[in-house]
């Protein structure tokens, strides 16, 4: 299996050039994509940039240009539930997107002609029984505030997690019919009392943190 790696920080794909074999680098669509070898896989690994066109456009790449059989996401997210903590990790078993609206005849999140939902793909998200599993919200907003929260929260009450990425991602692999799996470490939570010292205090061990989830998913798939 080809595996198209879609980061979120560029000390990750330095983690990952430290870990990964026989790996060399070509440059599209001014990005670095890093072409080598972790354990059994053939690994594509990039960052995305913020926000859906960054993440859709090396969604894409990733399929067409590097013919990659699965696309995994690992970024970071807001917490939108009481249960996380930061450095939690949530898979994305179900994502959708928080500002989008096509009008009448189309629910709240849904692109027209889209699913509502994306989804992770099933028997890769059964392997990972370790992470904590539930609906991702995707937006081109930095959600900071508690009314925004509490905005996303009105309409997606099970909401567990907020990014600017996922559903992007997602519904990228969805027209390409190629699987997706999303992880997503938790680094703050909008609104709380000391919202942005959580966000600046959190990059400190981000990276290692995500290096060590992507281990435990490649063991496992």
Known sequence: MKIGLLLAMQKELEFFADNAQNFDTTIMHQRPFLSG??????????????????????????????????ILNIGISGGLDASLQIGDFVLGRDIVYHD????????????????????????LVAKLPQFKQGLLCCGDWFVSQTTELNNIKSKFPQALAVDMESAAIAQTCYMYQIPFLCIRQISDTPGAEHHQEQYETFWQHAPQNSIKALSEILEAI
Do not use: F, R
């Not at 849904?110 to 509502?116: D, R, S, Y």
């Open 37 to 70: 070898q972790w354990g059994k896989h053939d690994i594509v690994a990039t960052v995305s940039g913020m926000g859906k066109v960054n993440a859709a456009l090396c969604a894409a790449t990733l399929i067409k240009q590097h013919q990659t059989d699965l």
């Open 100 to 123: 989008v609206w096509c009008g009448q005849g189309n629910e709240y999140g849904q692109v027209q002609n889209m699913p509502l939902y994306y989804h992770s793909d099933a028997n």
